[in-house]
């Protein structure tokens, strides 16, 4: 991220209607989320300066990972999610060597790119499909759309928290000072 600049705008005056809103709450949780690895260097967005395993760089791949896993739940369902469980899920949280701060920003954009045309393009956000068996899920439980879609604002606003604890304790910058 460049600069100020590239916060989305407010949606234009008057109902822009439920995809419009779903859209700027996105849009407006990643460009926060994102701006607490403005001008990292790679190490930087390696560090872990918290007692946790959180590094700002293994946290925009975590983020990715997850908006990307609930698109696959929204086109085809529950047995999406469930190919996803044999991943190593701690090793989400973090950078491999390989990895870059530009690559792992650029897989964020694609994700997000990705739910942006989902939202947009579904013809239905009130289709749902029954969760996965998992502890953290009712039996029998079922998600819309549009409750995958609320669900990704509230988890991109939560790991925005996490980064702005990160980056302030790396070198004092504050996301909303």
């Known amino acids: 991220m460049a600069n100020d600049d590239e916060n989305p705008a407010p949606s234009p005056g008057g109902d822009g209607g439920e995809r419009a809103d779903l859209l700027d709450a996105l849009r407006t949780q990643r ?3 994102l701006h607490t690895v403005d001008g990292l260097t790679e190490e930087q967005a390696r560090q872990r300066p918290t007692v946790s395993a959180l590094s700002l760089g293994g946290l925009v791949k975590h983020v990715t990972a ?16 469930e190919a996803e469980e044999d991943q190593d899920w701690l ?16 897989r964020f ?10 939202v947009a393009s579904l013809p ?20 819309s759309a549009r409750r995958v879609f609320i669900h990704l604002v509230a988890e991109i606003a939560q790991h925005a928290g ?11 910058q504050q996301t909303m000072a």
Do not use: K
């Open 31 to 33: 460009y926060l989320f």
């Open 66 to 81: 997850m908006e990307s896993q609930w698109c696959d739940f929204v086109e085809r369902g529950p047995a999406a999610m």
């Open 91 to 106: 090793g989400g949280f973090q950078m491999t060597p390989d990895d870059t701060l530009d690559d792992v920003t650029e």
């Open 109 to 118: 954009h694609q994700a997000a790119d990705r739910t942006d045309a989902l």
């Open 124 to 143: 239905d956000l009130g289709a749902s499909q029954p969760l996965p068996e998992a502890p953290w899920f009712a039996p029998g439980a079922t998600r």
């Open 162 to 172: 996490h980064a702005d604890i990160l980056r302030e304790s790396i070198d004092g």
